[in-house]
C-alpha cells in the first residue's frame, strides 16, 4: 500500500525516538558499505543515484564542523548561487558526507542543522539543503531514523515527500528482521499521527512480522503509542481476530490479554525465527 507521504512528528521527537531506537538500531561501528550490501532496492539506488548527481567541482571550500575539526568539500557555485556562503558550506558537507558515506560526519551535519533551526527557526536553512540532508539520511538507515524523522514534520512538501519515501522504504526493506522492525515502528508510533502513514506501520506489522513478535507489537503501541496509533492498531487488531473494532474490549489490558489468547491459537511456525530475522 502506498501512503500519499504526509506525516505529522512531534517537536519534542528527536530525544524521545533516539532512546527508544537505542535498542534496535544498528552498531555505528558497521561500515555503511557493508549495510549498503545489506540492503535492498532503493537504498542501495539512493547510493549510486547521489554519486552519479555529485556537483562537478568548481570551487573548493573548507567545511567547518562542530567539532572544530576541518574537512575538504567540493561544490557547484552555479547550482549554489542562491545559497548564503554558510548555506553553501553545509550543502557541501552534506554532498560530502554522500560521496564518503560518513555516517559520523553525517551527524554532525544534521545537529548543525538543528543547531541552526533551534536558534534562527526553520527557514533558516533553505528547503534545497533540508532536502540534501533528508537523501544524506536515507543512504544510512535505520541507523540515521532519529535524524530521518526529524523531517517528517518540514513546512516543505517536497522534503516531507522524500523523507516519507525513505521512511515508507525502510518500513519494507526486506533485510530487517522483525524484531528490529518492531523496535523502529514502536518508537514512531510515540509520535506519528498521520492516518496514511499509520496505513504503512499496520501493513508492516501485519506482512513483515512472525505472529509472536506482531502480538508483542501491538501491545507495546496500545501502552505508548500516540492516541491515532493506537486507535489505528486497535483497528488492525480487530482485523486479526476477524471482529468488529466495536467488539472489542474498552479496557486495553483485556485487548492485549485477547491477543495472547489468538497467539495461543496462532503459535509462529517452526521455520518462522530462521525467516523474519532477516526476510530474503
Same mark, same amino acid.
Given at each position: 500500500?502506498?501512503?500519499?507521504?504526509?506525516?505529522?512528528?512531534?517537536?519534542?521527537?528527536?530525544? /524521545?525516538?533516539?532512546?527508544?531506537?537505542?535498542?534496535?538500531?544498528?552498531?555505528?561501528?558497521?561500515?555503511?558499505?557493508?549495510?549498503?550490501?545489506?540492503?535492498?532496492?532503493?537504498?542501495?539506488?539512493?547510493?549510486? @543515484?547521489?554519486?552519479?548527481?555529485?556537483?562537478?567541482?568548481? &570551487?573548493?571550500?573548507?567545511?567547518?564542523?562542530?567539532?572544530?575539526?576541518?574537512?575538504?568539500?567540493? %561544490?557547484?557555485?552555479?547550482?549554489?548561487?542562491? !545559497?548564503?556562503?554558510?548555506?553553501?558550506?553545509?550543502?557541501?558537507?552534506?554532498?560530502?558526507?554522500?560521496?564518503?558515506?560518513?555516517?559520523?560526519?553525517? $551527524?554532525?551535519?544534521?545537529?548543525?542543522?538543528?543547531?541552526?533551526?533551534?536558534?534562527?527557526?526553520?527557514?533558516?536553512?533553505?528547503?534545497?539543503?533540508?532536502?540534501?540532508?533528508?537523501?544524506?539520511?536515507?543512504? %544510512?538507515?535505520? +541507523?540515521? !531514523?532519529?535524524?530521518?524523522?526529524? %523531517?517528517?514534520?518540514?513546512?516543505?512538501? =517536497?522534503?516531507?515527500?522524500?523523507? %516519507?519515501?525513505?521512511?515508507?522504504?525502510?518500513?519494507? +526493506?526486506?533485510?530487517?528482521? &522483525?524484531?528490529?522492525?518492531?523496535?523502529?515502528?514502536?518508537?514512531?508510533?510515540?509520535?506519528?499521527?498521520?492516518?496514511?502513514?499509520? +496505513?504503512?506501520?499496520?501493513?508492516?506489522?501485519? $506482512?513483515?512480522?512472525?505472529? $509472536? /513478535?506482531?502480538?508483542?507489537?501491538?501491545?507495546?503501541? !496500545? +501502552?505508548?503509542?500516540?492516541?491515532?496509533?493506537?486507535?489505528?492498531?486497535?483497528?488492525?487488531?480487530? &482485523?486479526?481476530?476477524?471482529?468488529?473494532?466495536?467488539?472489542?474490549?474498552?479496557?486495553?489490558?483485556? @485487548?492485549?490479554?485477547?491477543?495472547?489468547?489468538?497467539? =495461543?491459537?496462532?503459535?509462529?511456525?517452526? &521455520?518462522?525465527?530462521?525467516?523474519?530475522?532477516?526476510?530474503?
Amino acid at each position: 500500500m502506498k501512503a500519499s507521504k504526509r506525516l505529522i512528528a512531534s517537536v519534542a521527537l528527536p530525544a /524521545v525516538l533516539a532512546a527508544a531506537y537505542m535498542a534496535v538500531s544498528r552498531s555505528e561501528g558497521d561500515s555503511p558499505a557493508a549495510q549498503s550490501e545489506k540492503s535492498s532496492g532503493p537504498r542501495g539506488d539512493t547510493r549510486r @543515484i547521489a554519486e552519479a548527481r555529485a556537483p562537478a567541482a568548481k &570551487d573548493a571550500s573548507r567545511i567547518e564542523t562542530n567539532g572544530g575539526a576541518r574537512e575538504s568539500a567540493e %561544490f557547484d557555485d552555479e547550482e549554489y548561487a542562491d !545559497l548564503s556562503p554558510e548555506m553553501q558550506r553545509l550543502m557541501a558537507a552534506l554532498q560530502q558526507c554522500l560521496d564518503d558515506e560518513d555516517r559520523k560526519s553525517l $551527524s554532525r551535519a544534521c545537529g548543525q542543522i538543528a543547531k541552526i533551526q533551534r536558534e534562527r527557526g526553520r527557514e533558516a536553512i533553505p528547503a534545497s539543503v533540508r532536502a540534501k540532508a533528508v537523501e544524506a539520511i536515507g543512504l %544510512f538507515l535505520p +541507523d540515521s !531514523l532519529a535524524e530521518l524523522v526529524d %523531517f517528517l514534520d518540514d513546512p516543505d512538501p =517536497e522534503v516531507v515527500d522524500a523523507a %516519507f519515501d525513505q521512511l515508507d522504504t525502510l518500513l519494507n +526493506d526486506t533485510t530487517v528482521g &522483525d524484531n528490529e522492525l518492531s523496535g523502529m515502528l514502536v518508537a514512531l508510533s510515540k509520535v506519528i499521527t498521520n492516518e496514511d502513514s499509520l +496505513d504503512s506501520m499496520a501493513m508492516a506489522i501485519d $506482512s513483515n512480522m512472525r505472529n $509472536s /513478535v506482531k502480538v508483542r507489537t501491538y501491545c507495546q503501541i !496500545l +501502552d505508548t503509542g500516540t492516541k491515532a496509533a493506537v486507535a489505528h492498531m486497535k483497528e488492525a487488531i480487530a &482485523d486479526l481476530m476477524e471482529v468488529e473494532v466495536s467488539e472489542l474490549p474498552a479496557n486495553t489490558k483485556s @485487548i492485549k490479554n485477547q491477543l495472547r489468547e489468538w497467539l =495461543e491459537e496462532n503459535p509462529d511456525g517452526e &521455520d518462522d525465527a530462521d525467516f523474519y530475522k532477516r526476510i530474503d
